[in-house]
């Protein structure tokens, strides 16, 4: 019920007012994309005052359809008309059974033959947390790699993973014997020094961590990692560097985790990320797109990892029946149709199209991606660039683009190292057109922002 006692304010307005007097100071988006919702179709989303937005963010990227697709509306009516049951804790139905078909299917052939699933609680951080005791039980080890850059959740095991301080500068003990590595960030080399001479120097560098006796750092568990950090701004893995980590940790035995919560499912223009490079994790972990528009998250793992005990991991709404069914319509829906090509050719066509604003404006430092999983990392170029021509990172000028973005009607998210990269997460159904329209409004933005700050410098 909307409590609009000042009849000036708009609709959308009472109710973020509602929102930000009752929800707790935690909550994060609506401070950046000051919305109401009333109703979503594809990547249109309109606002309970009748404006309409390009929807880019997708529920930070759970929405491979985009919001309501027809079969995943189709599937909830049709499972609801035939009586399943909604929560089954882990007993097994016919709609269960059916999505592990799909999703093993999915899944390479030599990782699906040998491998178990264990479904989880609703969150990407709750399989996460599986994981982490996953390999800690079967190796009877401790210490966990994690890389810079990375994200893997808020939970508390998750958020010990994270590369960013800031989530976690006030929680106090947060899991130990967690290890960050360099992660192959071309546009600011950790190394100072780029292209494939960093990569080469950073596989050097894990080894001789995990080799050098004196590291300080115990057996470890296992690695986590993202094959495309998205939280950390869009950044792709070298090819090259994902096999050699894969080499690295399979002649060591450490259980390799790839976390595929936001690439699994066709994102990066392959079903799995890990696939752009050909090789074959111990773990993965999956949610967002794999629930249909639903919670649901999963762990598959390599058998010989499941030692651990009758109840040894548990979650009341492992059991959401109704997830596995849009989940199962979903990943039918993107393998028949062919989705993760189409967004490999639709990543392509953005990418160059933010390219050529880059060459037109003066805000932008890099575009990167893969697939429809693409980061513009906004710098100031008024400032001097490193050895490597990196200009610092502009975190405000980020922030004044996606507000522009925001007012001429296209939803974006930053992210990235100080919230300066712009990160593009539309549905794996966009079109040739919308591509065109929401590189067109970016383009605005960064005109307006831009001609802004020209004139606050002139009458200063």
């Known amino acids: 019920m909307l409590d609009n006692h000042n009849t000036n304010l708009s609709h959308n307005e009472v109710l973020l007012a509602q929102q930000k007097r009752r929800e707790s100071n935690a909550r994060s988006y609506p401070r950046r994309i000051p919305i ?22 997708g529920g930070a990227g759970t929405l491979a359809l985009g919001h309501n697709h027809p079969v995943i509306i189709e599937a909830i009516q049709n499972f609801l008309s035939e009586g399943y049951p909604l ?36 969150s990407g951080a709750d399989a996460v947390e599986a994981a982490l005791k996953l390999v800690k039980t079967a190796t009877g080890n401790r210490s966990v790699f994690s890389f810079h850059g990375g994200y893997h959740g808020m939970t508390h095991g998750a958020l010990s993973l994270m590369g960013n301080t800031g989530a976690k500068e006030k929680i106090t003990g947060l899991m130990s014997d967690v290890h960050f590595l360099p992660f192959p960030y071309d546009y600011r080399c950790p190394f100072g020094i780029g292209g494939e ?25 296992g690695m986590i990692m993202e094959v495309v950090q998205g939280e950390g701004g869009a950044i792709a893995a070298d090819d ?10 399979k002649e060591r035995n450490i259980p390799l985790i790839v976390d595929e919560v936001q ?21 993965i972990i999956l ?20 030692v651990w005990e009758p109840g040894a991991h548990a979650g009341t709404f492992r059991g959401n029946q109704m997830a596995m ?54 710098v100031d170029k008024e400032k001097q660039p490193d050895h490597l021509g990196t200009y610092p990172a502009h975190a405000e000028r980020a922030r004044h683009i996606q507000q522009a973005c925001f007012e001429k009607g296209l939803i974006v998210e930053p992210g990235g190292r100080h919230g300066s990269v ?24 960064i005109q307006s922002v831009e001609k802004q700050s020209m004139k606050i410098l002139q009458e200063a």
């Open 240 to 249: 090259k560097w994902v096999q050699h980590i894969r080499s690295i940790t």
């Open 87 to 122: 929560h089954t804790l882990d007993i097994t139905t016919p709609v269960k059974e059916q999505f592990v078909d799909a999703l093993f299917a999915s899944l390479p052939e030599s990782f699906s033959k040998k491998a178990k699933i264990q479904f989880c609680g609703p």
């Open 263 to 283: 690439t699994g499912l066709g994102r990066t223009g392959k079903l799995y990320a890990f696939e752009h490079a050909d090789v074959t994790p111990d773990v």
């Open 36 to 57: 109401a919702i009333r109703e979503a179709k594809g990547m249109i989303v309109k606002d309970v005052d009748g404006k309409t937005y390009l929807d880019c963010l």
């Open 287 to 306: 949610s967002k797109a794999i629930g249909g528009s639903l919670p649901l998250s999963v762990v598959v793992y390599d058998e010989a990892l499941d």
């Open 422 to 445: 712009i990160r593009f997460l539309p549905p794996l159904v966009i079109t040739e057109q919308q591509v065109e329209q929401v590189c067109d409004i970016f383009y605005d933005a």
């Open 197 to 221: 001479q960093g990569v080469n120097t950073g596989i050097h560098y894990i080894k001789n961590v995990l080799d050098d006796p004196e590291s300080g750092i115990v057996s470890p568990a």
């Open 325 to 378: 069914a849009t989940g199962l319509a979903t990943m039918e829906y993107v393998i028949q149709n062919e989705l993760d090509q189409h967004a490999a050719r639709m990543g392509e066509l953005m990418m160059s199209k933010f390219k050529e604003i880059q060459a037109q404006t003066n805000s932008i430092g890099d575009v990167r991606g893969k697939g429809l999983m693409i980061g513009v990392e906004i």
